[in-house]
């Protein structure tokens, strides 16, 4: 049974730190390309960062870059999200998705609020 599930999610004020992780499991992780979404309320979905399946190549979205890192560990069957300095604006559900021409899955998401 396929299970991406995410953690690390919380409170933090502007500024602050936050480290969420995906735990993976049911599938070859390191046969996929990994990243991370975020839905904010009344909004679409958008990409935050993804990671090929080597760790070889990483892609972020517009207002993350330099603020966020994308990283992987496929001993550990696990996939990590570094944001640093968070804004308000940053507030949403995060979900860690997984995708190959095998398949394509998503995790239930963490809530990540920014606010003072």
């Known amino acids: 049974q396929v299970q991406l599930v995410e953690s690390g999610g919380g409170l933090v004020q502007p500024g602050g730190s936050l480290r969420l992780s995906c735990a993976a499991s049911g599938f070859t992780f390191s046969s996929y390309i990994m990243s991370w979404h975020r839905q904010a309320p009344g909004k679409e979905r958008e990409l935050v960062a993804a990671i090929t399946a080597a760790g070889d190549k990483i892609d972020y979205g517009k207002s993350m870059k330099g603020r966020f890192t994308i990283s992987r560990d496929n001993a550990k069957n696990t996939l990590y999200l570094q944001m640093n300095s968070v804004k308000p604006e940053d507030t949403a559900v995060y979900y860690c998705?997984?995708?190959?021409?095998?398949?394509?899955?998503w995790g239930k998401g963490t809530l990540v609020t920014v606010s003072s």
């Open positions: 998705n997984a995708v190959s021409r095998l398949g394509d899955y």
